[in-house]
């Protein structure tokens, strides 16, 4: 197949836009590595004392992640976020009306090769969240391993992620006074294996930790769907049972994190590399699924909780499909 090549005149509005994305995929894909390797190089060279002085404040600062990290509104409404933005574009949905009093739990879905909406509608205010819905701030929960690396955490932290373990979780829901929304992209890291166009399966089934921890806490339970988010990448074929299936489900068990092996267009061509393509993304968040706090849940109340928040997940689906460019014939597939 020929290479598609983008045309040399584009307005510099799409340029900065291009721009943007790929800094993006760069911080997913190497900055944490990036980081890592400037701490050991300053802490082995002649800037070892301030690497070494960092190093000791890391350690007095290890439970920041875990309790609701330390954001910056100023890095949140960075220019570069709205360029983001535009180039898919993303949009965030509201349905329902969030009292700022209560504190929430979001389940969204589908999680996506790299969750592309979940960072763009609760990391940044580029889609407005503040203003659809003041009083609340949004912590997006992201692996606690990615918080023990020098300087990337503190930049991931500047942006309201958080430590996705149970402390973290407990701390947020906890908070009295309210306002404080819990953002979890449900399917985890295996999901990912999953995300690739027109695939509409999600891993929830077996998931109740998150219905467990809303009930503990009597945090409301708020099922967000994000239409396109699994249109931005294609994957090479990994079918149950294939040997490149089986590879990237051991190395998950192994390291925690999913491999896929996503591929959509480059920064000068079309055909092939690791930016994304430019499809719309529409998150939807649905109205709150009241929860009585419940501080030593019982297993058949979250297995009803859990119920409810599926058929509630399914119809928000239902509603929204067709407006987002899903098929009036193609459903739900839940694992």
């Not at 329902?96 to 589908?110: C, T, V």
């Not at 990391?123 to 003041?134: H, I, N, Q, S, V």
């Not at 294996?193 to 998931?207: D, F, H, V, W, Y």
Request: with cysteine.
């Amino acid at each position: 197949m020929p290479i598609r090549f983008a045309p040399l005149r584009l307005p510099l509005r799409r340029r900065l836009q291009t721009a943007a994305v790929l800094q993006w995929v760069f911080s997913f894909l190497a900055l944490a590595q990036c980081c890592l390797a400037l701490f050991l190089l300053a802490l082995l060279g002649e800037l070892w004392l301030p690497a070494l002085l960092y190093a000791a404040w890391l350690y007095l600062d290890r439970e920041t992640p875990a309790r609701g990290g330390r954001r910056s509104p100023w890095v949140r409404r960075w220019a570069v976020w709205r360029h983001f933005r535009d180039y898919f574009p993303i949009t965030l949905v509201k349905t329902a009306p969030l009292d700022p009093s209560r504190n929430y739990l979001f389940g969204f879905h589908p999680h996506g090769v790299l969750v592309a909406g979940a960072f763009g509608n609760f990391c940044t205010e580029a889609t407005g969240f503040g203003e659809l819905f003041p009083g609340l701030t949004p912590h997006l929960l992201m692996l606690p391993f990615w918080f023990r690396l020098p300087l990337f955490r503190d930049y991931i932290m500047s942006g309201g992620l958080v430590s996705s373990d149970k402390a973290s979780i407990s701390y947020l829901l906890g908070q009295e006074g309210g306002g404080q929304v819990a953002v979890i992209a449900v399917g985890g890291p295996p999901e990912s294996l999953e995300a690739r166009p027109g695939a509409l399966t999600l891993q929830i089934l077996s998931r109740k930790g998150f219905i467990k921890a809303a009930l503990q806490h009597g945090a409301a339970l708020v099922p967000v769907f994000s239409f396109g988010e699994n249109e931005l990448f294609h994957q090479v074929p990994n079918p149950r049972g294939s040997l490149v299936r089986a590879v990237q489900e051991r190395l998950q068990k192994l390291m925690g994190l999913a491999l896929p092996l996503f591929h959509a267009r480059g920064v000068f061509q079309y055909s092939f590399g690791l930016l994304p393509f430019r499809r719309p993304i529409h998150t939807v968040v649905g109205a709150p699924i009241p929860v009585p706090r419940t501080p030593c849940p019982s297993r058949q109340a979250v297995d009803r909780l859990h119920a409810t928040y599926l058929e509630r997940l399914i119809a928000l689906f239902e509603e929204h499909k067709t407006k987002y460019g899903v098929p009036p014939e193609k459903h739900l597939n839940l694992i």
